[in-house]
Each structure stands twice: as structure tokens, then as C-alpha cells.
């Protein structure tokens, strides 16, 4: 079982539309909860740190983590082409200070 | 403020060829770290460098080794590349830790023939 699953998509949603985007995980250490953007032909950028359980907003965006059932996500409000972009989830804890990177979610916003 | 520089951002290798990848940050971090990147497989990690003078392996370290020349860079050598690593590499910076974010280049796009 690989440490992160994420479902590659591609998702695609019209301007203004709620978009969720999910990651599982498999090892109950990960405490550090992360997402990133990447646009095309650049490199992935921080978009919402998170540590253990619980939301936090920023703008139209919420990020969330369920360590019961180890599960995060990402939620995006009234969405706009500009959100356009690949998503990582990422992950860390225990002893281990590497990144574990979700294969990340291709998102189209269309206007 | 440059950030995470790569070089080159382009390269076409013929099987069996060498070359280094080059990476340097400008923001005075400890950690550093090469990754490479393919359709369906997400982002994987080569190698890393916790600290200057130090490195350790990643998730896919075979075929590469690396050298922290300094605390500003982090290179990567193929020494006989092959199709298999024709791939979008990204070097990354931070300042270490669970709470660290990692800073990435723009990465370099390697193609072996």
C-alpha cells in the first residue's frame, strides 16, 4: 500500500464551483499535513499547512484532516481559472522529516 | 531574491552519457533535496542533504549520486544515464524539520534517447 493515495483526475468544473480534492493515508505517524500547487511547467509551491486534526481557512480556501480515518482534503470556494494547477498532498511525521508527496490532482477551471 | 535556481532547464542525453544537474538557493537554508517527477508517478525522491556536509538517499536514489558542494548548492550526477530517467527533476530548499516548507526550482527537463 503506497504511504499516500491521491486520485490523479483530471477534474474538471466550470468558474465558481466548489472543488474537493482527497488524499488517504496510510501511516498513522504522519501528524504535518500539507498542500501544494504547481502550475504548468513550474515547481510546486506551499498552498496550506496543517498539524494533526482539524480546518484551516485561508480565502476560498479549507484544508482538512480526519486522523481517525486518515483522510485529508482540500476544499476550493468559488473557484477560478486562475486555480487551474496540478495539487499535491503531502505528508510528514514521526522520525521521518521527508515529505511523502499524493501524485497529485489536475485541476481545470473552466470560465 | 532568486530563490531555488536550476541549470540546465533543458537537456537531451544519448544513453551512456553523463551529466550534473545544478541547483542553488540563495534564502540560507539547511535542507536540500533532488526529486524527480513523471506522469502517473508523482514526485519521488532522489536524494537529500539534511545539512551541509551531509546527504542520504531518497526513495529512487539508483543511477544518481550527489554532492553538497556547499550550503548554498546541491548537485546531482547521472554517470550513465539511461531512457529510464528521462524525467522532470526539481531541486527543493528548507529549513528542515516537520514545520519546514520546501522551496522548489523551476526544474530541469532531461530526455535520454
Known amino acids: 500500500q503506497k504511504e499516500v493515495e491521491q486520485d490523479p483526475g483530471p477534474l474538471s468544473v466550470p468558474e465558481g464551483a466548489i472543488v474537493s480534492l482527497n488524499c488517504t493515508y496510510s501511516?498513522?505517524?504522519?501528524?504535518?499535513f500539507m498542500w501544494y500547487r504547481q502550475y504548468s511547467r513550474k515547481g510546486p509551491e506551499l498552498l496550506m499547512y496543517?498539524?494533526?486534526?482539524g480546518n484551516k481557512e485561508d480565502g476560498r480556501f479549507t484544508a482538512q484532516v480526519d486522523k481517525s480515518s486518515k483522510y485529508i482534503s482540500l476544499f476550493i470556494r468559488d473557484s477560478q481559472p486562475s486555480d487551474s494547477a496540478t495539487y499535491l498532498c503531502?505528508?510528514?511525521?514521526?522520525?521521518?522529516?521527508?515529505?511523502?508527496f499524493g501524485k497529485g490532482t489536475l485541476l481545470t477551471v473552466n470560465p | 531574491n532568486a530563490g531555488v535556481t536550476q541549470t540546465p532547464k533543458f537537456q537531451v542525453l544519448k544513453t551512456g552519457q553523463s551529466m550534473t544537474l545544478q541547483c542553488a538557493q540563495d534564502?540560507?537554508?539547511?535542507?536540500m533535496y533532488w526529486y524527480r517527477q513523471d506522469p502517473g508517478m508523482g514526485l519521488r525522491l532522489i536524494y537529500y542533504?539534511?545539512?551541509?556536509?551531509?546527504?542520504d538517499k531518497g526513495e529512487v536514489p539508483n543511477g544518481y549520486n550527489v554532492s553538497r558542494l556547499n550550503k548554498r548548492e546541491f548537485s546531482l550526477r547521472l554517470e550513465s544515464a539511461a531512457p529510464s530517467q528521462t524525467s522532470v527533476y526539481f531541486c527543493?530548499?528548507?529549513?528542515?524539520?516537520?514545520?519546514?516548507?520546501?522551496?522548489f526550482g523551476e526544474g530541469s527537463r532531461l530526455t535520454v534517447l
Open positions: 527543493a530548499s528548507g529549513t528542515g524539520g516537520h514545520t519546514g516548507e520546501l522551496f
Open positions: 501511516n498513522s505517524a504522519f501528524q504535518y
Open positions: 496543517t498539524y494533526s486534526s
Open positions: 503531502a505528508v510528514s511525521g514521526g522520525s521521518n522529516y521527508k515529505l511523502t
Open positions: 534564502m540560507n537554508h539547511n535542507s
Open positions: 542533504s539534511a545539512s551541509e556536509g551531509t546527504t
